[in-house]
Every structure is written in structure tokens, then in C-alpha cells.
């Protein structure tokens, strides 16, 4: 099973130029399958199996976005099965799978008062508050993912240009948009406490760096901005990623085209960015329900 792992993880990154992110969710995925299905193995598996794992996880308080995160991972584990020549592609148990029913997930959006209230709470009379200030401008600012933010390059800050270069999923690169505020802070941060860490060896080009002078994690970056939101009194689920649901969502509300907020989120179809115009339409609906005296 390891070797059979193994030879799945070379075939995501090498034919599926999947993420490193991805290949280890989906090995995860697999791997939880392999030990229900123990000691069947996969390639003898039914969908009936297929669809008892399902429920198992169901049992387990699985979500139905999570479970179909799953099964997206099983499909592509058994395609590589018939890729890899284990079983035929009429064996295949995923043919008949179908992915649990997903309502419409409206995420958390900040308003600009939250987003300055959570700002505001960074303390920058410490080493690491130019720091934190210049992320957080960063993520709204540019609406990166968290792990485009972690593995920003120095090298591809192209502030005369008023652009930077980033890493999306699956390794794509796409320039986005950097305003005055953002560079502001990063500028601040190089020239200061970014000056006064001692750089690990390979760490030199990473932009933001912890006090042990290597690039920080995405954990870390979740911890960060759980901590400023408690203390800004902000009630709403806040992650990293909701700096970049923001940042999609104003842009929405101010007239943005489409095509322009995907090309900066990294969005590959359109629907995805589409969701955008979704909180847009609840935001308008939400002001009438509140307003209009008939509505109520």
C-alpha cells in the first residue's frame, strides 16, 4: 500500500501538476479509505463499499463539502488506478459515485470598519508588528490565498510597476494588482525589522520571515489573525481566507468586472469567482429587509 501511495503522489504532481497542498489532502483521503476497506484491496472494491465509506464518514459528522472534497480525491485515486494499469476503467467504482448535495455556503465577509478595527490592533512598537501590518494589507489588499502569502518572494515584488508575481495553485504564476498602502507597509518592514533578523540559509528571498529568520507557516498566519480578531471584538468566523473573500466581494460592490476579479483571485472558471456576485445580492437584500417598511 505504500508503494501503491507512493506511485499516487508521483502521478498527481507529475500528471495532474496538482499543488503540494492538494497531493497531501488527497493521500490523507486515500489512505482513510484504504484502512475501511481493510483487507479488500481498492481495486477489488464495490460501490457499495465505496458508498459505505461515505456514510462512515457521514456517521463521523463528516459535511456533505467535505465528504464531496473526499470523493474528489477517491475519484482521482482510482483514475490513476486505471492509468497505472492495477484495474480496467469499466472496474471502476467510482463510475456510479455520486457527490453528496452541497447547499450554496455564503463565507463570512468583513466590512471595512472590521477589517480596520482588526488592523488596528497590531501593535507596531514590537519587531513583528511592521510585519503583521504589511500582511494583512497584503491579503486584502490583493486577495492572495494563505499560501500565496506565505511563499511570497522578494524577487517578485515589482512595486515601480505597481504588481507583484504570484505562486497559485497548481504552480500557475499571475500578476496582481499591489496599492499604495500595501507597498507602503512592505517597504516598511524590509527597511526595519525584516533588516534586523538573521536570515536563515535558503530563507533569503521569502518576504515574511518569523523571528527565527525562516518563512512562516500557514498555521501561523491562521493563529496571527484568530488573535487580532478576538482582541477587535469582531464575532464573525475570520480566517486568512476571509481577507480574500473580502477583497472579491468589495470589488463586487463597487462595479468591478468579473473577468478582472478572476484573473487577480487565480480563479480558473468563472464560476467560482461567480459566488462573489451571490454575497453581492444578499448584501443588497439583506439593506432591504432592514429598511424597507414593507419588506418586513
Known amino acids: 500500500?505504500?508503494?501503491?501511495?507512493?506511485?499516487?503522489?508521483?502521478?498527481?504532481?507529475l500528471e495532474r501538476n496538482r499543488s503540494k497542498n492538494s497531493i497531501a489532502a488527497y493521500t490523507h483521503d486515500v489512505s482513510l479509505l484504504l484502512s475501511f476497506l481493510d483487507p479488500?484491496?481498492?481495486?477489488k472494491a464495490t460501490t457499495e463499499q465505496l458508498k459505505g465509506f461515505l456514510q462512515y464518514l457521514y456517521d463521523q459528522g463528516m459535511s456533505a463539502r467535505s465528504q464531496a472534497r473526499i470523493l474528489s480525491g477517491l475519484k482521482s485515486f482510482y483514475f490513476f488506478l486505471v492509468y497505472d494499469g492495477v484495474m480496467e476503467d469499466q472496474e471502476n467504482p467510482t463510475h456510479l459515485l455520486d457527490a453528496p448535495k452541497i447547499g450554496m455556503h455564503l463565507p463570512d465577509v468583513l466590512s471595512l470598519e472590521e477589517i480596520e478595527a482588526i488592523i488596528n490592533t497590531i501593535d507596531l512598537s514590537t519587531?513583528?508588528?511592521?510585519?503583521?501590518?504589511a500582511m494583512i494589507e497584503v491579503?486584502?489588499?490583493c486577495g492572495l490565498r494563505v499560501s500565496e502569502l506565505v511563499t511570497l518572494k522578494i524577487s517578485n515584488l515589482y512595486f515601480d510597476e505597481g504588481f507583484i508575481k504570484v505562486l497559485g495553485k497548481g504552480n500557475k504564476e499571475r500578476f496582481v494588482?499591489?496599492?499604495?498602502?500595501?507597498?507602503?507597509?512592505?517597504?516598511?518592514y524590509m527597511e526595519g525589522a525584516?533588516?534586523?533578523?538573521?536570515?536563515?540559509?535558503?530563507?533569503e528571498n521569502y518576504l515574511f520571515l518569523n523571528r527565527r529568520g525562516h518563512h512562516l507557516t500557514r498555521e501561523m498566519v491562521f493563529m496571527l489573525v484568530k488573535k487580532w480578531?478576538?482582541?477587535?471584538?469582531?464575532?464573525?468566523?475570520?480566517?486568512?481566507?476571509?481577507?480574500?473573500?473580502?477583497?472579491a466581494t468589495?470589488?463586487?460592490?463597487?462595479?468591478?468586472?468579473?473577468?478582472?476579479?478572476?484573473?487577480?483571485?487565480?480563479?480558473?472558471s468563472i464560476t467560482t469567482t461567480e459566488i462573489y456576485t451571490h454575497l453581492d445580492n444578499e448584501y443588497i437584500r439583506s439593506n432591504i429587509a432592514s429598511y424597507h417598511p414593507r419588506y418586513r
Open 194 to 203: 525584516r533588516k534586523q533578523l538573521k536570515v536563515q540559509k535558503g530563507e
Open 40 to 43: 479488500t484491496p481498492p481495486e
Open 229 to 247: 480578531t478576538a482582541e477587535a471584538g469582531v464575532e464573525k468566523s475570520v480566517s486568512p481566507h476571509t481577507f480574500r473573500h473580502s477583497f
Open 177 to 188: 494588482p499591489i496599492g499604495g498602502m500595501a507597498q507602503r507597509m512592505v517597504n516598511l
Open 139 to 141: 491579503l486584502y489588499g
Open 127 to 133: 519587531p513583528e508588528g511592521h510585519r503583521n501590518r
Open 1 to 13: 500500500m505504500n508503494t501503491l501511495l507512493s506511485r499516487f503522489r508521483q502521478y498527481l504532481a
Open 250 to 268: 468589495h470589488l463586487i460592490e463597487g462595479g468591478a468586472d468579473l473577468r478582472a476579479v478572476q484573473q487577480m483571485l487565480g480563479h480558473e
